[in-house]
Every structure is written in C-alpha cells, then in structure tokens.
C-alpha cells in the first residue's frame, strides 16, 4: 500500500509542477477576477495544504490554520511547493498506513486537485495550453 500511495503522490507532485511551470513568471500575478487568489497564492495555498493536512492526517498532531507568508515570485513559489510535496513524501515514507493514514493521504490529494483545476484554467485564462495531464 505505501508503494503504491507514494507513486500516487509522485504522479501529483510532477503534474502540479508542471502546471506551474507552465505559467509564464510574469504572470503569477494574474488573477481571473477580482474575488479569487492570484495564480502565485492559489499555488501557495496548495503547498501550505499539504503541510496542514500532513500535520493533521498523516502525523496526527492538531494544527491550526496558519499559513506563513505567500511566496513572492515564480521560483520562490515553486521552490515551496516543491518542499511541500517533499515533507508529505517523507512523512509517508516512515509512517505505517492504517485506514485513518490512507483516508488523510486522499484528502490531501482531493485538495490539491481541486486547486490545480483552478490553476488549469488560469492557464487558459492567460492563453497557455496546460501541460498534458498524466495518470
């Protein structure tokens, strides 16, 4: 099962990256509308989610909300989301799955692809093509 929760977390590592890749670093500011987070913050929001979620679900340690500071730019976005990714894979790395574990890890997946749909289509809002999605 770890086995296979890892390559399932790889596949979403490397698609989110390339889905923030694909945005151009002049546009990280964009935004679709006035109400929602610019691509940079929607971004920021999804590494910030998988450090709360494995916090809470995969270590098991209550934490509040409470996101740092939002990332200021393309690399420095990336670079976060990119460790994000890292402390959830090496949390699943040395925690034993049971049910509350696997329940917690598609939880977190849930929510990363529910934002990295949002990041698609700022994508297209901006004229990019999103990178082909892998499964």
Known sequence: MKAQLLSTLENARQYTMNVA???PADNYAFKPDTATWSFNDLLHHIG?????????YILRKQADWN????????AAT??????????????IEKTDTDENIIHGFYATLDHITHHRGQATTYLR???????????
Request: glycine share 4%.
């Open 21 to 23: 890749a694909a945005m």
């Open 48 to 56: 910030y989610g998988i450090t709360w979620c494995n916090e809470n």
């Open 67 to 74: 996101p740092p500071a939002v990332t200021k730019d393309a």
């Open 78 to 91: 990336q670079a976060y989301l990119s460790e994000c990714f890292n402390i959830l894979q090496k949390s």
């Open 125 to 135: 809002c901006q004229g990019v093509t999103p990178p082909e999605y892998t499964y």
